[in-house]
């Protein structure tokens, strides 16, 4: 096999395929019975994302069960403010929680980035493992929060709807934010460099919550962290494609688009599609953006919307995924309704 010739890999390089690659956000997940059952064998969430072997197997399930393209490893955005010292645990049905960074002391009670990899081996041995168990055809896929998203949660300690706690350290202690935030940075640029000598073939940086900055913000507080993660890899490894996801970063994809360095831009579900053929593609490959909610409404609207965004997507570089990830009440028989409406 020629090294390009793995559909994901070829669609990342600016090729445009007859078929686009298709993968999900969150594909492994609740919404499959064989995810809860593993899941439950292992104990909590986190002991999930540290057990080489079954998260190997979740990693696995939605491959061996829909055929996607790519396999992303299962983990968490969080276990890296883990590594660097922050408590995490996760909640049933109230989602993460997490010690706070709020202050000086808090940050200088974080232990330093090279001593994550004391916490994330088990990660890097579960993509050493994949590398080896997928399918020839299909594209491994590692990933990391993007430092600004990964800062949210740490300093709120929790999800929150528009990102006060941190929009409000950003404007008041902006000394202490931007260290947190080049922490963050250092720590990923080490987490994916092991994840890729692993055997990750992609990496793909989610900042889920880009769309909360203003817009002077969105260039130091968000862009910049990304193409200082990008910039970095590519000069370690010149060939590694990576995906970056501002979801909702609105109009400000365009410079982002243009500046971060990266292969392909995640697109949610609210950028328009023709904009995105016009003015994001010329210069990108890109992925996306399917309404989550329409793996759980099925019919004839979930083909229409898958059929309409490969139409207009199509001509170009373009992986087919979700605006965002695939909810725990979508349903599995959608997933292949979707397969078919993309593939025919
Ligand atoms: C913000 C964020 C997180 N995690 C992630 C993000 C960025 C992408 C996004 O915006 O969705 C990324 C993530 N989380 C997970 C993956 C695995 C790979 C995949 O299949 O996409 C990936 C890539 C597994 C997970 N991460 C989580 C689950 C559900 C945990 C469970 O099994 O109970 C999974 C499968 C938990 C999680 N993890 C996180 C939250 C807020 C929650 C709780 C909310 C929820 O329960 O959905 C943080």
């Given at each position: 096999?020629?090294?390009?010739?793995?559909?994901?890999?070829?669609?990342?390089?600016?090729?445009?395929?007859?078929?686009?690659?298709?993968?999900?956000?969150?594909?492994?997940?609740?919404?499959?019975?064989?995810?809860?059952?593993?899941?439950?064998?292992?104990?909590?969430?986190?002991?999930?994302?540290?057990?080489?072997?079954?998260?190997?197997?979740?990693?696995?399930?939605?491959?061996?069960?829909?055929?996607?393209?790519?396999?992303?490893?299962?983990?968490?955005?969080?276990?890296?403010?883990?590594?660097?010292?922050?408590?995490?645990?996760?909640?049933?049905?109230?989602?993460?929680?997490l010690s706070t960074v709020t202050s000086p002391e808090d940050l200088a009670r974080l232990g330093p980035v090279d001593a994550i990899h004391d916490t994330l081996s088990p990660v890097y041995e579960?993509?050493?493992?994949?590398?080896?168990?997928?399918?020839?055809?299909?594209?491994?896929?590692?990933?990391?929060?993007?430092?600004?998203?990964?800062?949210?949660?740490?300093?709120?300690?929790?999800?929150?709807?528009?990102?006060?706690?941190?929009?409000?350290?950003?404007?008041?202690?902006?000394?202490?934010?931007?260290?947190?935030?080049?922490?963050?940075?250092?720590?990923?640029?080490?987490?994916?460099?092991?994840?890729?000598?692993?055997?990750?073939?992609?990496?793909?940086?989610?900042?889920?919550?880009?769309?909360?900055?203003?817009?002077?913000?969105?260039?130091?507080?968000?862009?910049?962290?990304?193409?200082?993660?990008?910039?970095?890899?590519?000069?370690?490894?010149?060939?590694?494609?990576?995906?970056?996801?501002?979801?909702?970063?609105?109009?400000?994809?365009?410079?982002?688009?243009?500046?971060?360095?990266?292969?392909?831009?995640?697109?949610?579900?609210?950028?328009?599609?023709?904009?995105?053929?016009?003015?994001?593609?010329?210069?990108?490959?890109?992925?996306?953006?399917?309404?989550?909610?329409?793996?759980?409404?099925?019919?004839?609207?979930?083909?229409?919307?898958?059929?309409?965004?490969?139409?207009?997507?199509?001509?170009?570089?373009?992986?087919?995924?979700?605006?965002?990830?695939?909810?725990?009440?979508?349903?599995?028989?959608?997933?292949?309704?979707?397969?078919?409406?993309?593939?025919?």
């Amino acid at each position: 096999m020629t090294p390009n010739a793995k559909p994901l890999l070829r669609a990342l390089a600016g090729e445009a395929l007859p078929t686009p690659p298709v993968w999900l956000m969150r594909q492994a997940g609740r919404y499959l019975p064989e995810y809860r059952a593993t899941r439950e064998k292992a104990g909590s969430f986190l002991d999930l994302c540290y057990n080489p072997e079954l998260a190997t197997e979740v990693t696995l399930q939605p491959i061996q069960r829909f055929g996607f393209d790519a396999a992303i490893l299962f983990a968490d955005i969080l276990l890296v403010p883990q590594a660097l010292g922050a408590d995490v645990t996760f909640v049933q049905g109230e989602g993460p929680r997490l010690s706070t960074v709020t202050s000086p002391e808090d940050l200088a009670r974080l232990g330093p980035v090279d001593a994550i990899h004391d916490t994330l081996s088990p990660v890097y041995e579960t993509v050493s493992r994949l590398s080896t168990a997928l399918p020839s055809d299909v594209t491994l896929i590692g990933f990391a929060g993007a430092p600004w998203t990964v800062a949210t949660y740490m300093i709120a300690g929790r999800g929150t709807p528009s990102q006060e706690p941190a929009r409000r350290l950003l404007m008041q202690q902006p000394e202490v934010f931007f260290a947190l935030l080049d922490k963050i940075t250092d720590a990923t640029i080490e987490y994916l460099s092991r994840q890729v000598e692993a055997g990750a073939e992609v990496v793909k940086l989610f900042d889920s919550w880009a769309g909360s900055l203003s817009a002077p913000d969105f260039g130091p507080v968000c862009l910049e962290p990304n193409r200082r993660i990008i910039s970095e890899l590519k000069s370690r490894y010149p060939n590694l494609p990576v995906i970056a996801f501002p979801r909702g970063a609105g109009g400000a994809y365009e410079r982002f688009v243009a500046e971060s360095g990266a292969d392909c831009v995640g697109l949610d579900q609210h950028v328009p599609l023709d904009w995105a053929r016009e003015r994001l593609q010329p210069k990108i490959c890109v992925q996306g953006n399917l309404d989550p909610m329409l793996m759980v409404e099925g019919g004839e609207k979930l083909d229409r919307a898958a059929k309409t965004i490969c139409e207009t997507l199509g001509d170009g570089p373009f992986v087919f995924n979700l605006g965002h990830g695939i909810t725990p009440d979508a349903d599995p028989a959608n997933v292949e309704r979707l397969l078919r409406a993309v593939r025919g």
